[in-house]
Structures are given as C-alpha cells and as structure tokens.
C-alpha cells in the first residue's frame, strides 16, 4: 500500500508540468504580456495556473511525506499527510469555484482590451502602441476585426494591420477576433479543469488510504 502514496508525487509533477506549460504558452504570452500605453492586458487568466503550480509542487513534497510515514510506521507523519491533503483540497475547491465563476470574465477583459486597441489603431494614424498590441492579437489569433463590420473596415482602411496576406474576400472567410480569444481562453480553462478534477479524485483517495494506514498502525500497535 504504500506505493500507492507514491501517487501524490506523480500526480504533483504531472500537474506542475501542465501549470507551467499553460503558463508559458506562445500564444497566450504573446497576448497578456502587451500593454496599451500604461495598461497592462488583463492576467487574471494566470491566477488560476499560479494555483496550480502551487498545489503540484506541494504535492510532490507531500507524497514523499505520506510514504516515508508509511514506511516508518508513524502516526503522526500519516496524520500530517491527511491534514496537508485537507488544505490542498480545500485550496483547489476555492480555486475551482474562482474559475467557474469568472471563466467567462477572463475572456471578456481581454476582448475589451482588444477592442480599445482596435479603436484607437483606427482612429488615430499616430496610436503605434495600439497597432502594435492589435497587430499581434491578428497574428496570434489569425483574426482581424471584433466582428465582420470592423474586420472589412480594417480590411479596408487600416490593412497593415491584418494577418500577412489578407485582403476584403478573405477577411470575410476569417473568424472575428472575439471568437477566438473567446476558443483560446475556453481551451485553456478546459485543461485546468481537468488538471483539477484529476487531482481532487486523487487526493480522496489518498485520504481514504492515509486514514486506512493510520487506524491499521494503531491496531497492529494494540496487539
């Protein structure tokens, strides 16, 4: 049984592995490291990966904790395990209801702060910044405009700052920006949810077994 407390580290390092691959992602890098003037893009989307990584470098400290307990038979080694696994639950519950409630706000910021780039790249022939950050949100995202009106304005007026090679016709066939930041936002969320639900099952687990080994070393200890 005590292999299975090796559980917590492999599952620890897995999830510290897709927190830190989520955290340096081209694309989504690219995006919320611009600033519009002195704005920064909205980060709240790195909140939840920050979480994540906490909770999978915790983890692998604590599975070596868990199994050295077992091994050395000690209840009270086994009993911090329980008790840290307790914490890291409780952790990951708060930030699974953090994201479920803002999963549609992080999206949002992000859209508002295109569209004030976009606004102000087309309006003002001297806004570089501004057709900096929407220049690369279009190459990033393969998009130009926040829907088919702005994409064939932009098309039109300002088609420097479309992806390489777009032209009118085109513009029409390409998904609006919205859209996209909208896919690789839900993308994202999608996996650290998943990361999530896979270490809440085996965190249960992990307690259950913990609980199990404690009571078995008390009893063993009776007799």
């Known amino acids: 049984m005590t292999l299975f407390l090796l559980f917590p580290q492999l599952a620890g390092g897995v999830i510290l592995g897709v927190a830190l ?3 340096h992602d081209p694309q989504t890098t690219s995006l919320l490291y611009l600033e519009l003037g ?3 893009a909205p980060n709240t989307f790195y ?4 979480i994540l990584i906490a909770v999978g470098a915790v ?4 599975g070596f904790l868990g199994c050295y307990g077992a091994i050395q038979e000690s209840q009270c080694l086994l009993g911090t395990f329980f008790t840290c696994l307790v914490i890291l639950f409780a952790c990951e519950v708060a930030a699974g ?3 479920f409630v803002n999963k549609d706000q992080i999206a949002k910021d992000v859209k508002q702060f295109y569209d004030q780039a976009l606004q102000q790249a ?4 001297e806004a570089n910044n501004a057709k900096a950050v929407v220049k690369t949100f279009h190459e990033t995202l393969n998009c130009c405009g926040s829907n088919t009106l702005t994409a064939l304005s932009t098309s039109v007026l300002k088609n420097n700052l ?8 085109n513009t029409l066939w390409k998904d609006d920006c919205h859209k996209k930041i909208d896919e ?3 993308g994202k969320l999608y996996l650290i949810g998943i990361a999530a639900i896979v270490v809440a099952v085996i965190m249960i687990f992990e307690m259950i077994l913990s609980m199990v080994l404690c009571c078995g070393i008390r009893n063993s200890s009776v007799y």
């Open 122 to 125: 087309v309006v003002d022939d």
């Open 59 to 62: 983890m692998m400290f604590v």
């Open 97 to 99: 209801i953090w994201g």
């Open 184 to 186: 690789l936002f839900s």
């Open 47 to 50: 909140v939840g990966i920050y």
């Open 162 to 169: 479309c992806p390489s090679g777009t032209t009118i016709i």
């Open 21 to 23: 691959w989520l955290r």
């Open 38 to 40: 002195n704005k920064p």
